[in-house]
């Protein structure tokens, strides 16, 4: 199984790393080779809207999938991406309690990664995607001790350390602007730096407790940045209201109460909601990726998806929406129809129609939804 991988044999990628500007390597597009995810014995299929539904959820499939895909991507790319590997290490340790302990072959590879980069010029960790690698390696060791752990590591305050070592003066990182949603504009990355800061047990305390001024300052100006910059699109103010439920004073109750009500409007006709009405194809990052959008043949009314269904029950439920709210119970009615034979919710990438990503946290976030709803099956 996943966790008995070994740790060796790890494959260099096919197209090499260059200067900080290209931090993982992308090899054949799966439609030539049906492979969304390859390592050793791994070989995940791509991913597609047609395949079929299940039944019924299997906690089994899906747990496979996102243990599978986790490690493949770590082994084959060695690196840590938002989209795949760094969902991970936030999402699986959440789920511990229904899909038991996650394997520590991804921690393992975190730790690996907290080294090298710790090892890296700062300068050159402020660039290209490295500000989000740093990022995500802190939540996902904060979130490792949460709820896997019970208490802080010091591999997460040396993570969380480095993470504000690299924080611009403005309180924010630096991005990339071309791969939304994840590395589309710096307000992403600045709510998942927040969530690490206040998921790490006790380290907000800590930082803000009197006796470490330099963290205290990094704190203080994430919290003013957040407070003040008026999110890109919807899509940021639903990472916003997520990050205010656990790092106080970015978001006042109008703010919270307007973002809920935004949520509620976006419900599409069949209970789920579509990541396409969250932000308009220009507002994604730079706009690189208009075109492609605008160019879907259901533009003007984009299906419902895993990724944006998962994560607006998500966050409603974490803000304190119950969970027989009818929108949420919609919601949930719309996941527990939607997974697909291989263990994933479909969702279309935003990017490019090769490698739709996003079915891994388009996987991740429903089973945190249901979790949240207390919907998940029993027995299996």
Known sequence: MVGRLARSGYRVPAVAVAAGLVACAVGPAPA??????????????????????????????????VEQGAVAWSGERRCISCHTNGTYMIDRPALAAALGPPPEDTLRFFHEQLTELS????????????????????AGLASW???????????????????????????TWGTLDCWPPYESDAFHEATVAATAMATAPGWLEHAEGGTAPALAAGVGRLRAWLRDTPP???????LLLQASTRFPGILDAPGREATIAMLRGQQRADGGWSIRTFAAPEAWGGGNRAEKLR???????PASDGHMTGLAVLVLREAGVAADDPAVRRGVDWLLANQRESGRWWTRSLNTDSWHFITYSGTTLPLRALAACDALPRSE
């Open 32 to 65: 030539a080779e049906g492979v969304q995810y390859r390592f050793g014995a791994i070989a995940v299929p791509a991913a597609s809207a047609d395949e079929p539904r299940r039944d019924a959820v299997s906690l089994a499939m899906a747990r496979e999938h």
């Open 119 to 138: 090892g890296q010029d700062r300068e050159a960790l402020r660039k290209s995607t490295k500000p989000a690698q740093v990022i995500y390696l802190a």
């Open 145 to 171: 001790d949460r709820h896997v752990r019970g208490s802080r590591s010091a591999e997460t305050d040396a993570a969380l350390a480095l993470m504000l070592s690299i924080q611009e003066d403005t309180g």
């Open 232 to 238: 890109p699109h919807d899509y940021g103010r639903v």
């Open 295 to 301: 160019a879907e043949p259901d533009h003007d009314a």
